[in-house]
């Protein structure tokens, strides 16, 4: 089975196909042509990721599943949230990563979570398409300091609950057995094979 995975981050096109196998194909967005900003517009993570795999089922007519993810900080009342990627006005993974520990400089309470939510779209019969969507989500603390220099994003200052080491501290392999995104993904790939293998 082909899937385009409608993503441009590498570091995610990393992760979800080391975990994919050899029973799906997994295609980018370059595969099949697209070279459009996808829409994150809809404020709300399982929102973003609908638009993003519907855009792609739209405008190119293949089996594509999409992800959106966020961290969530209870002190910032759920900040950055849907917003983490841009949450200090840029893309850039250092400045978000300095305005979350700047905002937190007086608090003690340093509860986070990671959320990711995939959204899958497959041609079904008639070439109508069928989706389903799948949440994975991973408790922890944030760091007063980044550690670690893998992974990507907000990964050096979160401490996952029972581990003594950052997602940048983890290797690929670590942090895919725990991650937000592994767990939303497992469940994806458990509803794809039962589709393959019946």
């Known amino acids: 089975m082909e899937l385009c995975f409608a993503t441009n981050n590498q570091h995610k096109l990393d992760e979800v196909a080391n975990r994919l196998g050899q029973t799906f194909k997994l295609k980018t967005l370059r595969d099949i042509g697209c070279t459009d900003e996808l829409p994150e517009t809809s404020g709300t993570i399982p929102g973003n990721s609908r638009q993003k795999a519907d ?70 019969r008639d070439a109508v398409p069928v989706e389903h969507q799948f949440k994975g989500i991973v408790d922890g603390r944030i760091l007063t300091e980044p550690r670690g220099t893998g992974g990507f994003g907000y990964d050096p200052i979160f401490l996952p609950d029972g581990h003594d080491r950052t997602f940048a501290e983890m290797s690929i392999d670590e942090k895919g057995l725990i991650s937000h995104r592994a767990q939303a993904l497992a469940k994806m790939i458990m509803y794809l094979q039962k589709q393959v293998h019946g």
């Open 55 to 124: 855009y792609v089922w739209t405008h190119f007519g293949v089996s594509c599943f999409a992800d959106d993810s966020g961290l969530e900080v209870d002190a910032l009342n759920g900040e950055p949230g849907v917003d983490s990627a841009f949450y200090s006005g840029s893309r850039d993974s250092e400045k978000n990563i300095q305005k979350v520990l700047n905002n937190l400089a007086v608090e003690t309470n340093r509860k986070a979570r990671f959320i990711t939510v995939f959204t899958l779209v497959l041609q079904g």
